[in-house]
């Protein structure tokens, strides 16, 4: 982690979504690198202010010495989480695969409820925000899809994550469109939560009972020649770097190799010359709001290049301001305010681009985006399925 | 279809490499900036040093030493980069005042004078001269600004404090860009007793609407308002960054952050790309020109061992002058610590002298005899260097 690398220049600090609007929570420069040479595990954990940090990595991204406030923080978040009682809300959001499978098996009434007065007293009760809308279950998830098989050379494994699964498995459908639109075909192999959650709710044995089963799944598909592919940022940030790194899980190594981003695999199969799409023109301009993961998996902008590709859309790039949720960290009563607060920062920059939509990798930043401004949100598949003519079923 | 081939790859997200990349991006070139993390440039007070030693920075260019990097750029460049440089922040919404022409003042935190060219609209008001009263505003608890510094040194100077409920830079400038915030604060500002010629602040006044925000208060308060640089976090070196990056986004260059180079690929003499360490897969980025502007010590462009120094990504040559006893003087505080001449020797064309490879070129403060502390020429040797090593990166890639 490197603690000791640290020069005190503050450009963490400059990054921290955080900081800027709570100040409760003292920055990563004081409450990572700083902090740590204090800490020592013989004693227990009294700072609760690690658990303010929302875990977006802008601080590892911007350190020029190759420091890992995040990290550092995580690691305290975790001992934090087994060192004191777990809240309600902390317990809720850790186990939200579960709770997204139930609500998704009672979509119709968990939705009802959870529009109603009543739902949001709920809610408040267990220490959710309602600040935005809860996202909608979906009865019919993305597994239920009867996958057509063709013989392409090609074959993906999809780690479509739960929000794709259980709430909008029409993403998940495009996207499987738009790689059989690459003359590629995908698999959904057997899958649980990716493990973030549990670890931003600071319950790092869930995380890891989660990343050993995915781990033991993915694998078995490597080893059949399959890539595998994640469309939530989130997901694959922890798939590469959490199972290598805090998770420990042994066939992580195998996994990051062959582990790749939607667009980034789409943009390897058109290099190699293996696929050749012709986009469509779409008039149109959009914001394109980088998700805070996206910068941190370091592998650019994929999706930015292939909408450069489509005639006649203009997109404007975004990614200085945090979205404010990260998951479940806005959703909880005591990030409240500072979710709103960066929410509407990262709004009134969109706003100034004059853009029509937001497009956006990521489902949470997507929901505070559009929940906020009430701007039409996309997925970047959406914006190239709909210039390549391929419409949802 | 190569969608991951660049043009030119410039190692470097300091004020060098984004406007080296700018630069070449508005030639319609493909450029990629890759970045091990942001810059220094957001420590900086933002302002532009050209050339401090003198009234006229091209003048007293011309009487630095000939092995100094700006001995490499004719006048005309150097000119035509910083104009170029005030168009481009202009456009993108962070105006410059001044000229290459004239040097010109700002006041420190300290209520010394600092030699500057170039300065952010919201230090235009900065005093040239000890004569003018000024009223500074500060905030309770802010950790990094101490107004009695300059009073101890301007007499004429007075100070009140005001209560934001916050105390670091970050948060200051994020209340001054919300309504409420502001309008209260301007309430609190008009039962002030403000009767000197200028009101003075610490460059807490918001971060995208800075320029707004002075003027704003200046109206209001019937005279000129300005700010002083702060300790980092440093609100204009971070409006000056982002400047530049929405420069080169809007001339379609790309960015890769967090992005540090661990390798390069070569055939014979030309490197083909660069690699870095992944979670996973190695990446590498191919491009048919490489600009290496990635900062000297600080910056992480140059390291030093127990056995020497050397540049980390190329492995190029570095000038060294004088052994390791010449380094650091015996003042602390010197500015003429013979470490500050340590860098990559370049040739007019901004090819790094005594190295095979036939397409890198070099920029910014990792140049050899810079001695930009003791030269005060921040931020302008960047740019002029820029300018120059962009021209030969260009009629490298034409041939």
Sequence with gaps: MNYEHCIRCTICVENCPVFRVNPLFPGPKQAGPDAQRFRSDKERIEDDWVLLCSQCKRCEMACPCGVEPAQIILREQQRYGREHPQTKTHLLFANNYYLSALGSLAAPLANLIAATQTGKKLAGKLGISTHISFPRFSFRTLRHERMKQSRTAKKVAFFHGCFINFYRPDIGRKIIRLFAAFNVDVVLPPQWCCGLPALGNGNLALAKHFAQKNAASLSNYIDAGYDIVYSCTSCGLCLLHDYPGILEIPQAKKIAENCYDVYEYLLKLMEEGYAQPKFGELPRRVAYHIPCHLRALKIGYPAAKLMALIPGLEYEILDDACCGLSGSYGFKKENESTAIQLGQRAVSLIRKTEAQDIVADCGSCRMQLGGLSGMATYDPAEILCESLGITAK | ?399
């Design chain 2, 1 to 399: 279809m190569r969608v991951n081939e660049y043009d030119a790859v410039v190692i470097g997200a300091g004020v060098a490499g984004l406007a080296a990349a700018s630069f070449l991006a508005e030639k319609k070139l493909k450029v990629a900036v890759v970045t091990k993390g942001e810059p220094t440039a957001c420590l900086s007070t933002g302002a532009v040093d050209v050339c401090s030693q003198g009234d006229e920075p091209l003048a007293a260019i011309q009487k630095l030493p000939p092995e100094h990097p700006f001995r490499l750029v004719d006048e005309e460049t150097i000119r035509s980069a910083l104009n170029k440089f005030q168009q481009t922040v202009n456009a993108a919404g962070l105006p410059y005042i001044g000229s290459v022409e004239k040097n010109r003042f700002i006041l420190t935190a300290l209520g010394t004078f600092k030699t500057s060219c170039l300065v952010p609209v919201t230090m235009e008001a900065s005093p040239q001269n000890a004569s003018e009263s000024l009223h500074i505003v500060t905030f309770r608890g802010l950790k990094d600004f101490y107004p009695g510094y300059i009073i101890s040194r301007r007499k004429n100077a007075k100070f009140s404090v005001y209560d934001a409920g916050v105390s670091t830079t970050m948060s200051l400038a994020a209340h001054f860009e919300e309504k409420n915030f502001f309008e209260k604060f301007l309430l609190w500002l008009e039962k002030q007793n403000i009767y000197q010629d200028k009101i003075a602040f610490p460059a807490v006044l918001g971060l995208e609407s800075a320029a707004e925000i002075v003027k704003t208060i200046s109206i209001l308060a019937g005279r000129p308002v300005f700010e002083i640089p702060t300790l980092p976090p440093s609100m204009p070196g971070r409006r000056l960054f982002n400047a530049l990056k929405k420069t080169l986004r809007d001339n379609g260059g790309d960015i890769y952050w967090s992005w540090p180079v661990t390798g390069i690929e070569a055939a014979e003499a030309t490197i083909e790309a660069v690699t870095t360490r992944s979670d996973g897969r190695p990446a590498s980025i191919n491009g048919k020109a490489f600009i290496l502007a990635a900062g000297s010590f600080i910056g992480g462009g140059l390291t030093v061992t127990r056995h020497g120094i050397q540049e980390n990504i190329f492995h190029l040559p570095v000038h060294i002058p004088g052994s390791r006893e010449t380094w650091f003087d015996d003042n602390y505080f010197s500015m003429n610590h013979g470490i500050g001449r340590v860098g990559i020797a370049a040739d007019a064309a901004m090819r790094p002298i005594g190295t095979s490879w036939k397409n890198i070129f070099v920029c910014g403060s990792i140049l050899a005899e810079a001695q930009i502390l003791k030269n005060g020429c921040g931020h302008g040797l960047a740019l002029a260097t820029a300018s120059a090593a962009a021209k030969s990166c260009a009629e490298y890639l034409a041939r």
